[in-house]
């Protein structure tokens, strides 16, 4: 769903500017940023784009792909090599376009159910940060 005009005024996207010397600039904050920082913008679902600040080319796309690349580098992957593969080739086929919007839209109704069943289970067990043992009985 596209925001509306009066939405992109009163929550603009947030400007990241990368430099030659491969530094993220933050001109919300006005201050040099990691990818640990840009991951949490993600995870707080904050709308940012990543320009070159020569050609002002976007690099969003390639710092978001350097996230999950050290993600995936990081001890608990989530994604197969078999699964990696079967995306390389997709690449140059016919299939090439409809398999992203494929997977978006099977990850959006993955995450659907995943709210759902977590609106269930706090519906059923209420607060989840209690734990059994931490209800005053003991084991």
Known sequence: MAASPEEKMEHPVRLIKKYPN??????????YITLADVK???????????????SNEDL???ILLQIILDEESGGMPMFSSDLLSQMIRSYGSAMQGFMGSYLEKNLAGFQQ???VLQEQSQKLYGDNSRTPTSSG???
Not at 22 to 31: E, I, N, P
């Open 22 to 31: 491969r530094r993220l600039y933050d001109t919300k904050t006005s201050s």
């Open 40 to 54: 949490q913008m993600v995870l707080k679902q904050e709308e940012f784009q990543v320009l070159d600040a020569k």
């Open 60 to 62: 969003t796309r390639q």
């Open 113 to 115: 159910m995943q709210k």
């Open 137 to 139: 009985r003991s084991s």
